[in-house]
T-cell receptor, first 119, second 114 residues
């Protein structure tokens, strides 16, 4: 069982270049997320999706775009890369939150991370 | 918006000893979940323990336990019988009623001395 798979693991970009970070999960999870982690800091939510065809902004969405055409895939696109986007990016997924909030905390499963450097 | 604060950037513990990592949070919600995640050098995020706010009993997972003080909005992690493999970054995280998104603290780096 692969869980959440992110590619690439490492990438160096020049300022102004564009790229897509790929994320795939094989657990049939409805919810998917992209977080970024700056050096010595906690994770900040970039975008999330509650199901195929639905995406929404998180805390730090500027400079990024996402799409969710299938349940399995949630790519993150960087347009016009800037040095401020140098970070480690994490994709995560979880099951749908039940109608009863107290039914249980749907735990996030994280990918291994993608280290992006913009020079 | 909710905030999560970890006031200890670094902590050190002797192997086999006990260490407590602090976390405070700010929220106006009454129902929520709290988590501790471990991030070893491999960068993988690993769930250590979670606590439901409506439960008064503190969660325990083997050598890991929490001290949840709802009124004080405090959620500390106690690691007993520390092992070298416990060395990692530890993140406290909050999840409220809306959606399933986590808000993370800034992390505490735990070093374990042999």
């Amino acid at each position: 069982n692969a869980g959440v798979t992110q590619t690439p693991k490492f990438r160096i970009l020049k300022i102004g270049q564009s790229m897509t970070l790929q994320c795939t999960q094989d657990m049939n999870h409805n919810y998917m997320y992209w977080y970024r982690q700056d050096p010595g800091m906690g994770l900040k939510l970039i975008y999330y999706s509650v199901g195929a065809g639905i995406t929404d902004k998180g805390e730090v969405p500027n400079g990024y775009n996402v799409s969710r055409s299938t349940t399995e895939d949630f790519p993150l696109r960087l347009e016009l890369a800037a040095p401020s986007q140098t970070s480690v990016y994490f994709c995560a997924s979880s099951t749908r939150q039940g109608s009863n909030f107290k039914a249980g905390a749907n735990v996030l499963t994280f990918g291994a991370g993608s280290r992006l450097t913009v020079l | 918006a909710q905030t999560v604060t970890q006031s200890q950037p670094e902590m050190s513990v002797q192997e086999a000893e006990t260490v407590t990592l602090s976390c405070t949070y700010d929220t106006s919600e009454s129902d929520y979940y709290l988590f501790w995640y471990k991030q070893p050098p491999s960068r993988q995020m690993i769930l250590v323990i979670r606590q439901e706010a409506y439960k008064q009993q503190n969660a325990t997972e083997n050598r890991f336990s929490v001290n949840f003080q709802k009124a004080a909005k405090s959620f500390s992690l106690k690691i007993s019988d520390s092992q070298l493999g416990d060395a990692a970054m530890y993140f406290c995280a909050y999840r409220g009623n809306a959606g399933n998104m986590l808000t993370f603290g800034g992390g505490t780096r735990l070093m374990v001395k042999p």
